[in-house]
Nanobody, 127 residues
């Protein structure tokens, strides 16, 4: 099984930055496309960004383009989400997920393509 653990969330003022980390277990990490999703109070879970297994392809939600940057270090079994110029609208629980299909070349942005999920880390942005 794949286990994912997010960290790096917290309380930050508008305009500030946070870097989230997602640590994965096992050697399978390098074979998996990964995604970051978020869920705000009263809203459904939405994709933030997805990244291919090699890191050479990414897909960002329009709401975070130019502000958030995803990266991965397969040698460390870790994917990162650098979040800059945060706004209160970014307040949500953030979840790391691994695609259900190993070695896929598809960078999926729908939650039903992901089989493994972390517990989430809370990001709260004050106005």
């Amino acid at each position: 099984q794949v286990q994912l653990v997010e960290s790096g969330g917290g309380l930050v003022q508008a305009g500030g930055s946070l870097r989230l980390s997602c640590a994965a277990s096992g050697r399978t990490f390098s074979s998996l496309a990964m995604g970051w999703f978020r869920q705000a109070p009263g809203k459904g879970r939405e994709v933030v960004v997805a990244i291919s297994r090699s890191g050479d392809s990414t897909r960002y939600a329009d709401s975070v383009k130019g502000r958030f940057t995803v990266s991965r270090d397969n040698a460390k079994n870790t994917v990162y989400l650098q979040m800059n110029n945060l706004t209160p609208e970014d307040t949500a629980g953030y979840y790391c997920a691994a695609d259900r299909t190993i070695y896929t070349s598809v960078v999926a942005t729908t939650a039903n393509n992901y089989a493994f999920w972390g517990q989430g880390t809370q990001v709260t942005v004050s106005s």
